[in-house]
């Protein structure tokens, strides 16, 4: 079965602070396809990283970095310096084939808060 | 990138009323559209696998005479809220995608029924 956890409900930071937001992912597919997505007030998806499960490189984007690691099915995304503008919910994702397509199995979400 | 447009953004209903959602992909053709909703403070489910030219594909849990779903073209997929009541309100995406490593996000429908 496809499951994705975000055991982080909610986390408050002080700006410039790092903060990672946790995600750990289960399935039984040998090939699948993780996500991160932003999600600001507007309700907009905003898309941050895809990484497949072949490729365990961690990667860096500005102040974004991710770390896929799948000895323990973890796929953590770490905001450096954070900012104001970083507050919004956080979604870790996992694709998975459903009927006709690929669908996304989405975890519970972090709010991350960002304050001056 | 490619793009998928949702119309309207934001719909306020009278219960007991029907509203339609529509989700067009703008530049690529789209054989199969997904449909999430959203609560307040939650986090997206899946409602319904749109099929170009066959029947949706339901989650254990949805009404299928309630959320109905018509996928006419490559292009287009609607999702029509039949007699919605004030427990319907919610957020509504839809996606499209070409693959397991691609999916393309409309931006939202948010359903107000009072």
């Known amino acids: 079965a496809q499951k994705v956890t975000q055991a982080q409900t909610e986390i408050s930071v002080v700006e410039k602070e790092d903060v990672t937001l946790d995600c750990v992912y289960e399935t039984r597919d040998t090939t699948y396809y993780l996500f991160w997505y932003k999600q600001p007030p507007s309700g907009e998806l905003v898309f941050l990283i895809r990484r497949n499960s072949f490729d365990e490189q961690n990667e860096i984007s500005g102040r974004y970095s991710w770390n896929f690691q799948k000895s323990t099915s973890s796929f953590n995304f770490t905001i450096t310096a954070s900012q104001v503008v970083d507050s919004a919910v956080y979604f870790c994702a996992l694709s998975y084939f459903s009927n006709s397509g690929y669908a996304l199995n989405f975890g519970k979400g972090t709010s991350l808060l960002v304050t001056p | 990138g490619a793009v998928v447009s949702q119309h309207p953004s934001r719909v306020i209903c009278k219960s007991g009323t029907s509203v339609k959602i529509e989700c067009r992909s703008l530049d690529f053709q789209a054989t199969t559209m997904f449909w999430y909703r959203q609560f307040p403070k939650q986090s997206l489910m899946l409602m319904a696998t749109?099929?170009?030219?066959?029947?949706?594909?339901?989650e254990q849990g949805v009404e299928k005479d309630k959320f109905l779903i018509n996928h006419a073209s490559l292009t287009l997929s609607t999702l029509t809220v039949t007699s919605a009541h004030p427990e319907d309100s919610s957020f509504y995406i839809c996606?499209?995608?070409?693959?397991?490593?691609?999916?393309?996000f409309g931006p939202g429908t948010r359903l107000t029924v009072l």
């Open positions: 996606s499209a995608g070409t693959g397991a490593d691609t999916q393309y």
């Open positions: 749109s099929n170009e030219g066959s029947k949706a594909t339901y």
